[in-house]
């Protein structure tokens, strides 16, 4: 089955072109069955590049799923072409008196500032408490996921002696686990990050379980009240050319940045990357709508 979204939003051509099976939301009303609905807070400077990302993942699965992409009312953004959020965004507000099977909170460029000090936090941490109690399950990624981990249960973070920036492998503990349903033993996932949430506190916390992790990566999916709150450090949504992009970009405004790890065959930037985590990506967000679809209450008015 397919994504339901508006067709005059730019990833649908986007999506279709990549032979994606999504769905124009005139078509989904002919449909006499309940979508999973599920609501993305996309907070990355590359406003429509990640919704292609996410979509995509969230397209690749039998369930149809009904998507509301939110934005923070507190924050300004500079990135999105000019009306695009007016258009196809709601603001938190909008969604209080809702509830979700479903929610996505991505990663953000703020994460050496304070948590505090983020101009939206207020606003974040109040779709984090309205999830919890109208949402079954709540996807954080990168720096959402520690903006999650230190809102609900003060883990900090740390900065990095140098950012982590490349594909890394993972391991997972254990296989037969929900989201890792197919999983290999070992899988690789990109991380682009300054910081990182404190494993020691993570490990004190009675609440979180750590899924997955590498001495050199540290924790990589945490998870919470069985899968009510899952906490992804890294980036399984970035696309071939992603890291690409980031590495570029620093280098032309002369940040310290280093060539992503195991991207480019024998670390050529000349060289086209090699994909080697897609796969696991498609699993993995296959995997979370299946447990959500399984899960969730079929009335979302009996969600608790």
Not at 19 to 48: G, H, S, W, Y
Not at 286 to 297: G, H, K
């Amino acid at each position: 089955m397919p994504i339901k979204i508006p067709m005059a939003l730019p990833a649908y051509n986007a999506l279709r072109e990549e032979n994606v099976f999504v769905m124009a939301d005139v078509r989904a009303l002919q449909q006499d069955i309940r979508p999973l609905k599920v609501a993305i807070v996309n907070l990355m400077p590359t406003t429509l590049d990640t919704e292609i990302q996410l979509l995509r993942l969230l397209s690749n699965s039998p369930l149809q799923v009904d998507i509301t992409l939110l934005r923070m009312e507190s924050h300004e953004s500079r990135n999105a072409p000019p009306g695009h959020l007016e258009r196809f965004y709601v603001t938190s507000e909008r969604i209080m008196d809702e509830r979700f099977d479903g929610l996505i909170i991505t990663g953000a460029p703020v994460e050496t500032l304070a948590f505090e000090e983020v101009d939206y936090w207020k606003e974040l941490t109040a779709v984090m408490d309205y999830a919890s109690a109208n949402v079954w399950s709540t996807l954080h990624i990168c720096w959402g996921a520690q903006a999650g981990l230190y809102h609900r249960y003060g883990i900090p973070k740390r900065e990095l002696d140098q950012k982590l920036f490349g594909i890394f492998p993972h391991k997972v503990h254990e296989r037969r686990m929900i989201l890792f349903r197919g999983f290999d033993d070992e899988f690789l996932a990109p991380q682009s990050r300054h910081t990182e949430s404190d494993r020691a506190a993570i490990a004190a916390a009675p609440a979180l379980t750590v899924q997955s992790e590498t001495e050199e990566v540290g924790a990589f999916i945490v998870t919470a009240r069985e899968c009510r709150e899952i906490y992804v450090t890294g980036h399984l949504e970035y696309d071939p050319l992603t890291l690409d992009r980031e590495y570029r970009r620093d280098l032309d405004r002369g940040l310290p940045i280093t060539v992503p790890k195991n991207y480019y065959p024998a670390d050529d930037p000349a060289q086209m990357p090699v994909v080697r985590w897609r796969a696991h990506a498609h699993l993995f967000f296959s995997n979370w709508l299946n447990f959500v679809y399984q899960e969730t209450p079929y009335n979302l008015a009996y969600l608790r």
